[in-house]
């Protein structure tokens, strides 16, 4: 007992000095269990840092001034005769890498997918239309597809959370990892941080043994990779270049050899798949140039009078939005990993239920802590070349965010696009299909149009809602 009492003591004027000591109310009461999970998770935070990101904020940029400054950036375009590279000579290139072995493809997977509201992590959400395939299966048989056509064999980075690790683990185990060998599966946990009282700056207490933590943020990406083995399993396999893309987009062109073409012939370290914004305030990451140097806007953080500029066609003037699909460079993350460059943190504020001083459930009914993330894009300013590829959007983009019954990115939004997708490539092929019926694609059957073309004949009628697996 003495020694708890010395921890105890110890931790008080550790906390004491940033007011946080509250966070022991229930000290005395746990068992040694709880004590040493709360003293654990206390001792994994930089509570300097807490209080300095709350008391000043990291990002008190004003973004008013930098989009003034803020110009579209360089960019292959979809219809683009200025573009530096053909579509064939990328395309080429990029299968050039495939066949050599050199590309993994890394997902994060760590959200909370709070918005979905789903009980288990949002991977495991069964969003084939007619198939049921969980948003994990489809981008696994995505990767096991270009493994196969290219004869080689495409590890994949899973990033997860405190979250979302265990059951996405056993997920994957239950289902034999959807066919990837499990030397080609490589799990890896993202940090957490704490959330703040908004009003008062102290740590939340999720139970009396337990701070509320929540995910650090898709930035957290650089951190957990160099906590874990990933970058010596990526030297071991000799990966130079990774595709990231991020797990609620079932139409995402995971390892699009076009893409990575863009990339390595444009010796960049950070390659964006990028659409025309639908819209000026459409809920996307503005990619803009500022100086010379690309970075993102957040849609949130873009005055609505730069969101609205034109060009003289009438054309958005910063029209990019990036739909966070990224070519990295191994080296790149490596780079970025082992300096002392950190991502800066942002600030969200949000609903967070956690316990009262007298150890009392509290569920606010208003947005009440604020949480701190790190997001991937803040790395492409560190990238010494970096290139947008613009991507048409109902071809490549359909994120999973909200609830069912939500008007976009509810899981009818994006059943609806995969569908309308797959009833393209039918129609390019010449099969015959009509709005009414529904059809799904697996990426086993065909990954594209032209693959599809190989397996379904011109004239085929298809009047049945259909699985072609
Ligand atoms: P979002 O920021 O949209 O969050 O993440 P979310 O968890 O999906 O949903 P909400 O906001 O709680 O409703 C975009 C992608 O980044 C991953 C998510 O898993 C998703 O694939 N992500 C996000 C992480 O891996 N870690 C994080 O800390 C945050």
């Given at each position: 007992m003495a020694a708890d009492g010395l921890d105890k003591r110890a931790l008080e004027s550790r906390l004491a000095r940033y007011g946080q000591?509250?966070?022991?109310?229930f000290w005395d009461e746990l068992d040694a269990a709880g004590r040493a999970q709360l003293a654990e998770q206390l001792a994994d935070i930089d509570l300097d840092l807490v209080d300095s990101l709350y008391r000043t904020g990291s990002d008190a940029v004003n973004f008013a001034e930098l989009a003034r400054r803020a110009e579209p950036p360089h960019a292959i375009r979809l219809a683009g005769d200025q573009n530096p590279f053909s579509p064939e000579a990328a395309r080429a290139r990029g299968e050039a890498a495939l066949r050599e072995g050199q590309v993994a493809v890394l997902v994060t997977a760590g959200g909370q997918g709070s918005r979905l509201?789903?009980?288990?992590?949002?991977?495991?959400?069964?969003?084939?239309?007619?198939?049921?395939?969980?948003l994990l299966q489809i981008h696994i048989e995505k990767i096991r597809a270009t493994a196969r056509r290219y004869g080689v064999s495409v590890p994949l980075y899973v990033m997860t959370s405190p979250v979302t690790d265990q059951e996405t683990r056993r997920f994957l185990d239950e289902h034999d990892r959807f066919g990837l060998a499990a030397d080609d599966v490589f799990v890896f946990c993202q940090g957490t941080m704490p959330a703040v009282d908004a009003a008062t700056g102290k740590l939340l207490l999720a139970g009396r043994d337990r701070l509320f933590l929540s995910p650090d943020g898709h930035g957290g990406t650089v951190k957990a990779l160099r906590r874990s083995e990933a970058f010596a399993d990526l030297a071991r396999r000799g990966i130079e270049h990774i595709f990231y893309f991020q797990v609620d987009n079932p139409l995402a062109t995971v390892c699009d050899p076009e893409f990575i073409g863009y990339h390595l012939l444009a010796e960049s370290e950070y390659t964006l798949q990028v659409i025309g914004?639908?819209?000026?305030?459409?809920k996307l990451g503005n990619v803009v140039r500022v100086d010379e140097r690309t970075q993102i806007i957040e849609y949130s953080d873009l005055p609505d009078e730069a969101a609205e500029w034109r060009n003289?066609?009438?054309?958005?003037?910063?029209?990019a939005g990036s739909i966070a699909v990224h070519m990295f460079g191994v080296d790149f993350l490596r780079r970025v990993a082992e300096s002392d460059v950190g991502l800066p943190f942002h600030r969200a504020i949000k609903r967070v239920p956690h316990l009262g001083e007298g150890g009392e459930p509290v569920e606010p009914a208003e947005p009440n802590a604020v949480k701190f993330e790190q997001f991937i894009f803040d790395l492409l300013p560190l990238a010494r070349e970096s290139l947008s590829v613009e991507v048409a959007a109902d071809d490549t983009f359909a994120a999973l965010k909200n609830a069912p019954g939500a008007p976009l990115e509810s899981p009818e939004y994006v059943q609806r696009m995969m569908s309308d997708l797959h009833r393209r490539w039918l129609r390019q092929v010449g099969a015959e299909v009509d709005e009414q019926t529904i059809v799904e694609i697996s990426p086993l059957f065909a990954l594209d149009a032209e693959q599809l073309a190989e397996r379904v004949a011109p004239g085929t009628v298809v009047s049945d809602d259909t699985y072609f697996c």
């Open positions: 000591e509250h966070v022991l109310a509201g789903f009980a288990h992590p949002k991977s495991l959400y069964k969003i084939g239309p007619i198939s049921g395939a969980s914004k639908r819209s000026p305030q459409e003289d066609d009438g054309s958005l003037k910063l029209w």
